[in-house]
């Protein structure tokens, strides 16, 4: 069975440019997760879809980041415009969200960076 | 809010031996779910193994345990016969059970190499 898959896996852009980053979760899982991490901060939790629906943003920095997930196996997010401190490693992952499968597989991760 | 503190930021231990990770949370929900992750230099994040809070048992996976001590709010993670492989980043996390979040808190991380 495919894990969470991630496209791309590297990005350089520059300044200015609208960037997006995809993922396809795990088959039948119905959560899905985006996180970032940097030297600084860590791993992040960015926003989290339950069957679709964005559940949690408060972690997405600032209007210049939006995600989406039109349906149960396709997420996007987007950054527009990209700035240098968003350079970082993107991870995409997702669970099954019933009692005591909540586990989260993480996808390769994009590695974004922004001249 | 819910923190997971991993004091050692780096360590090291020869091949074939055994190496403790600490790991402590400071929480007040009495449900919730503990995990180890590992990220090699690939970046990938692999699960390690993962614990139930309301489970006494500690979980085992082959050559990694844990020693859970939920009084203490502790969660260690032990790796028995060291692989050079097991040379990574490894990240502790916490999940409460209950309130509709899925959120995972992650600590700082604990680089781990392991020498021939």
């Known amino acids: 069975d495919a894990g969470v898959i991630q496209s791309p896996r590297h990005e350089v852009t520059e300044m200015g440019q609208e960037v997006t980053l995809r993922c396809k979760p795990i088959s039948g899982h119905n959560s899905l997760f985006w996180y970032r991490q940097t030297m600084m901060r860590g791993l992040e939790l960015l926003i989290y879809?339950?069957?679709?629906?964005?559940?949690?943003d408060s972690g997405m920095p600032e209007d210049r980041f939006s995600a989406k997930m039109p349906n149960a196996s396709f997420s996007t997010l987007k950054i527009q415009p990209s700035e240098p401190r968003d350079s970082a490693v993107y991870f995409c992952?997702?669970?099954?969200?019933?009692?005591?499968?909540?586990?989260?597989?993480f996808g390769p991760g994009t590695r974004l960076l922004v001249l | 809010a819910q923190t997971v503190t991993q004091s050692q930021p780096e360590m090291s231990v020869q091949e074939a031996e055994t190496v403790t990770l600490s790991c402590t949370y400071d929480?007040?929900?009495?449900?919730?779910?503990l995990f180890w992750y590992k990220q090699p230099p690939s970046r990938q994040m692999i699960l390690v193994i993962r614990q139930e809070a309301y489970k006494q048992q500690n979980a085992t996976e082959n050559r990694f345990s844990v020693n859970f001590q939920k009084a203490a709010k502790s969660f260690s993670l032990k790796i028995s016969d060291s692989q050079l492989g097991d040379t990574a980043m490894y990240f502790c996390a916490f999940m409460p059970a209950q309130g509709g979040s899925e959120k995972l808190v992650f600590g700082k991380g604990t680089k781990l190499t392991v020498n021939p």
């Open positions: 992952a997702s669970s099954w969200n019933m009692w005591g499968q909540e586990t989260q597989y």
């Open positions: 879809f339950n069957n679709n629906v964005p559940i949690d």
């Open positions: 929480t007040s929900e009495n449900n919730y779910y």
